[in-house]
């Protein structure tokens, strides 16, 4: 699975600095936060929030590789965005 393509949306609110939206192969999209955390910007991916309060993601990649594509991707396209 590649991304194709992400766009970044600012919503500056707080520590939550936008929504970026990533396009796997050109057919799925995840819309994931970009929030301001103490050692800087984290990206998250969707999560839900159960009866207990726990968090727990909803959409996630399953190797590292993935992962850090998606990161990568994700802050290039919020510089890109100021």
Known sequence: MKITK??????????LKGF???VF????AVI???????????VALPDHINKE???SLVAFPL???L??????N???AYKEAE
């Not at 992400?6 to 520590?15: D, I, M, S, V």
């Not at 994931?32 to 984290?42: E, F, W, Y």
């Not at 992962?67 to 990568?72: L, P, T, W």
């Open 20 to 22: 970026a939206r990533i």
């Open 53 to 55: 309060g726990k968090r």
């Open 6 to 15: 992400t766009t970044f949306k600012k919503y500056e609110n707080g520590r």
């Open 32 to 42: 994931a936060r970009v929030v301001q955390g103490k050692n800087g910007l984290i």
């Open 67 to 72: 992962r850090q594509e998606i990161v990568e």
């Open 25 to 28: 192969d050109d057919s799925f």
């Open 74 to 76: 994700v802050i290039k």
């Open 63 to 65: 190797t590292g590789e």
